[in-house]
Nanobody, 118 residues
Framework: QVQLVESGGGLVQAGGALRLSCTAS????????MGWFRQHPGKEREFVADISGSGTSTYYLDSVKGRFTISRDNAKNTVYLQMNSLKSEDTAVYYC???????????WGQGTQVTVSS
C-alpha cells in the first residue's frame, strides 16, 4: 500500500523560503508523475506543480512560476517543492500526490501547513 509523507512546512515571513519534502513508500516511485497541490482555508484544493517520473518535465501554476521549483530524487523516493519569495497568499495546506497511469492523482499525503506572515 503506497504512502506519502510530507514535511517541511512552517511559519515564515513574506519574502522568505521553505522547502517541502514528500517521501513515498510502497510503489515504484520513478514510474509516476508526482504533484504538489495546496488548499487555502475555505477553498478548493488547487494544483501547484507536477514533475515527470524522470524529472525532466515540470509544469507550474502561473502564480508560482519563477518562485517555486519542483524536483525529485528517485533514489530517495522523494519529491521536493522549493518555495522562494513567499507571499501571504501562499499560505495554505500543501499536499503531494501521485498521478496514476490514467492521469489522475489518486494517492495523497496528509498535508503540511505553510503560513506566510506579512
Amino acid at each position: 500500500q503506497v504512502q506519502l509523507v510530507e514535511s517541511g512546512g512552517g511559519l515564515v515571513q513574506a519574502g522568505g523560503a521553505l522547502r517541502l519534502s514528500c517521501t513515498a513508500s510502497g510503489r515504484t516511485f520513478s514510474y509516476y508523475n508526482m504533484g504538489w497541490f495546496r488548499q487555502h482555508p475555505g477553498k478548493e484544493r488547487e494544483f501547484v506543480a507536477d514533475i515527470s517520473g524522470s524529472g525532466t518535465s515540470t509544469y507550474y501554476l502561473d502564480s508560482v512560476k519563477g518562485r517555486f521549483t519542483i524536483s525529485r530524487d528517485n533514489a530517495k523516493n522523494t519529491v521536493y517543492l522549493q518555495m522562494n519569495s513567499l507571499k501571504s497568499e501562499d499560505t495554505a495546506v500543501y499536499y503531494c500526490a501521485i498521478k496514476n497511469s490514467y492521469g489522475k492523482f489518486d494517492v495523497w499525503g496528509q498535508g503540511t501547513q505553510v503560513t506566510v506572515s506579512s
